[in-house]
Nanobody
Framework: QVQLVESGGGLVQPGGSLRLSCAAS????????MGWYRQAPGKQRELVAS???????NYSDSVKGRFTISRDNAKNTMTLQMNSLKPEDTAVYYC??????????????WGQGTQVTVSS
């Protein structure tokens, strides 16, 4: 079974930092593009940041300069360092990956989500 598992969410005060992690496991041959999405109550899921297997990064305007996405291709992991957090960053955060299994089946993977709450 191929899956993504997130960790690292929680409650933080405005201006604080959190680090989210995502680990892929199972019969994975290769992970292509990976990313973090978030969904706030009553809003659509939105892309926060993405990173290709070659390390090219993209960020939404709302997090640019505050969040940093990174990955370790050897370990099939990805992180999102979130600094200068704002109340509007409150959401459930999901990791996502485009993957090929060892049987060369292409899959779009989603994690279970982790809650990030920014509040004083």
């Amino acid at each position: 079974q191929v899956q993504l598992v997130e960790s690292g969410g929680g409650l933080v005060q405005p201006g604080g930092s959190l680090r989210l992690s995502c680990a892929a496991s199972g019969s994975i041959f290769r992970l292509n593009s990976m990313g973090w999405y978030r969904q706030a109550p009553g809003k659509q899921r939105e892309l926060v940041a993405s990173i290709t297997s070659g390390g090219n990064r993209n960020y939404s305007d709302s997090v640019k300069g505050r969040f940093t996405i990174s990955r370790d291709n050897a370990k099939n992991t990805m992180t999102l360092q979130m600094n200068s957090l704002k109340p509007e960053d409150t959401a459930v955060y999901y990791c996502n990956a485009d993957a090929f299994t060892v049987l060369m089946v292409k899959m779009r993977l989603w994690g279970q989500g982790t809650q990030v709450t920014v509040s004083s």
